[in-house]
């Protein structure tokens, strides 16, 4: 494909980029891997109860679509049949690439499809990547601040293999100023709700490689998913499918030969060019610029397949959302502030966290509750939605149909947040992130640089330094967390993450924490069930049990049995998915007029990355009949 602006070659009929010319260079793509490995589409898979494959996923029939003036667009396609059972995974795929006429980049989307009564299969990942030039891209960009120079690949097979195995602490660094940082992909990880544009920089010549994902209605597990960007090699990845904090279960998993099909993408890969000796960081500004220009763009009226809908295919919704929680507005309903509303296909109240096999379309309200959803597929949905500032989940029980041209208001809906009883009291801030809550400096053998040095416009990240499980035998050295009602601070004193403590080598045990407050007599009835609102930001292989002044009762009060495959204390993210658990307590578990403890166990110790993250935690009262105005 040749446009006059770049060049883009591709292997017939197996779809592979295998080189992109531009500016002068001959090629931006690494040109010391083979061929298949530079760019390219993969899948790794599974038929049920056997081992995974990987699946490059290469054509096997070629076909021009369009080819004008104006636009180019090549089909790679690869049909299943019986034949190939068990040895590619069970999909016709369809890997299509556009390039326009005036444009520095191309397109690219995929389509594929199972057709009834094929066999089962699992989807564990899938993705678009690129690897770069090694001996030109060596500058890395995925926000406004989290951009740097990388380390090499090389580094990484000279450095120190660290307890988890994408992690890499850099000892023979090609750049001395790398020496001693950790290089680990999953320190570059975006929620997908900002993952809008990433890529690298090449100092000489003075090129940018950027991808940019103008709709995120195609990715899987809504807005606060988190995967990968680009990262050390140098690589680009647009990630589809995958199980990166979420767990297996948000892996599409196909039984009884189920049909589906879905269209993923397109995204645009992104080219710009400077003079030699300008600003670097003005490709990254324009980059962003394009960004907004793509996003301006969708849905795109270009793509030639009829699987991917045009605008006047598709609809939109508003509406508003409101809020009701008697013990702070008594009976009256108030704005949802910058909620998240979206649309996902049916399911159960959250579902749309592990939702894999649809599309979803996410937008916030506005300060008032307003919100509108445009450019929505045909299909069936349900709406969710989920409110800043207050716990639990919410789904519009009726089911929307989304038509070509449909313009539905939907009115004003109410969110009836979980409430059994006046607040006593609270630790945290319901907004589905540990970020809130303390977090340690890293072990000064572990830095990575860039999530250290930082000026008031800017974030410091340190949840995404690595090893910070392991400073918590370091804060708690001879007795675990003990929180106080009323005098500690959970900024300073509730640890990020509840995570087991280190004894040994390769040994933990389980960490108990303490909640300890006073209920005082006068204001507490002597009867009637209290409630404890336990909020869950991340859970990996855990088990919080949860007792009541009771510190060695065999039976705990309550349990939240085995839970999580999130992985995000390993993975440096500050969440995974959001759990929500409602605790009835009896009024004899406490002392009414005298002093309480909750004891919080995480049991499960069998590695250092077992734990939990606590969004949040409340304490209700018994209900008082009446509305209450404030707490």
């Known amino acids: 494909m040749d446009n006059g602006i770049l060049q883009v070659t591709l292997s017939v009929p197996g779809g592979i980029v295998s080189g992109i010319r531009y500016k002068g260079l001959d090629n931006l793509l690494e040109i010391l891997n083979e061929e298949e490995n530079r760019g390219y589409w993969d899948t790794v898979w599974n038929e049920p109860g056997r081992d995974i494959i990987f699946d490059r996923m290469e054509g096997s029939a070629f076909k021009v679509i369009m ?49 009834q009564g094929w066999p089962d299969f699992n989807i564990n990942e899938t993705r678009m990547g690129f690897k770069l030039r090694q001996d030109k891209f060596h500058y890395m960009a995925i926000s406004d601040w989290r951009q740097r120079i990388m380390p090499m690949p090389e580094d990484r097979k000279t450095g120190q293999p660290l307890a988890y195995p994408e992690a890499v602490l850099l000892t023979h660094p090609i750049n001395p100023n790398l020496k001693g940082e950790v290089d680990d992909k999953y320190q570059y990880s975006v929620e997908v709700k900002d993952n809008q544009v990433h890529g ?15 709709s995120n209605e195609f990715l899987t597990g809504g807005p606060l998913k988190q995967d990968l960007t680009s990262h050390v090699g140098p690589t680009t990845l647009s990630m589809f499918i995958s199980a990166h904090y979420s767990g297996e279960n948000i892996g599409p998993m196909f039984r009884n030969g189920e049909p589906w099909k879905k269209v993923f993408g397109p995204v645009f890969i992104y080219l710009n060019s400077l003079p030699l000796g300008e600003d670097l960081h003005t490709l990254w500004r324009d980059a962003k610029k394009q960004a907004s220009i793509q996003i301006a763009s969708w849905p795109y009226s270009f793509p030639a397949s009829k699987n991917f809908p045009s605008l006047d295919q598709r609809g939109r919704i508003s509406g508003r959302l409101l809020v009701e929680d008697r013990y702070i507005s008594g009976s009256e309903q108030f704005s949802a502030r910058f909620a998240y509303v979206g649309l996902a296909p049916p399911g159960d109240v959250g579902s749309w966290q592990t939702e894999c096999k649809g599309y979803q379309f996410w937008t916030k309200s506005d300060a008032n509750g307003y919100f509108t959803i445009d450019h929505i597929r045909t299909g069936v949905y349900n709406l969710y939605a989920w409110v800043p500032g207050f716990i639990g989940d919410y789904k519009y029980e009726a089911i929307i149909t989304i038509t070509p041209g449909c313009n539905t208001s939907l009115g004003n809906l109410v969110y009836k947040a ?18 809130e809550f303390y977090v340690p400096d890293p072990n000064p053998k572990y830095i990575n640089k860039l999530y250290t040095v930082h000026n008031k416009s800017t974030p410091v990240d340190k949840f995404r330094q690595y090893g910070l499980w392991e400073r918590y035998a370091d804060c708690y050295p001879h007795e675990d967390l003990v929180y106080t009602v009323g005098s500690s601070d959970y900024r300073n004193d509730w640890f990020f993450a509840h995570v087991s403590r280190k004894t040994g080598n390769k040994t933990y045990q389980p960490t108990t924490w303490r909640i300890t407050f006073k209920l005082e007599a006068m204001n507490q009835p002597q009867n009637g069930n209290y409630t404890l609102r336990l909020a869950l930001a991340s859970a990996t292989q855990a088990e919080v049990q949860v007792r009541f002044n009771k510190p060695n009762l065999r039976r705990p009060h309550f349990t939240t049995k085995l839970i999580g495959r999130d992985n995000a204390i390993a993975r440096h993210g500050i969440h995974g998915l959001y759990r929500l658990f409602n605790i009835t307590v009896r009024s004899e578990w406490l002392v009414i007029g005298g002093n309480n403890t909750i004891f919080l166990t995480q049991s499960r110790h069998l590695s250092p990355f077992f734990g939990v993250m606590y969004d949040y935690i409340r304490l209700e009262g018994p209900s008082t009949g009446i509305n209450v105005l404030g707490y």
Not at 67 to 92: C, D, H, M
């Open 200 to 214: 690298w920089i090449s100092a000489d010549p003075t090129i940018g490689f950027w991808m940019i994902t103008p």
């Open 418 to 435: 979980p409430r059994a009883g006046p607040t006593l009291w609270e630790i945290g801030i319901p907004d589905r992130s540990a970020s």
């Open 67 to 115: 080819n004008n003036t104006k636009q180019i667009e090549l089909s790679f396609t690869r049909a299943w049949n019986y034949s190939l059972k068990g040895r590619v995974i069970p999909l016709n795929i369809d890997t299509r690439f556009i390039m326009l006429h005036d444009s520095p980049g191309f397109y690219c989307y995929g389509i594929y499809e199972h057709l």
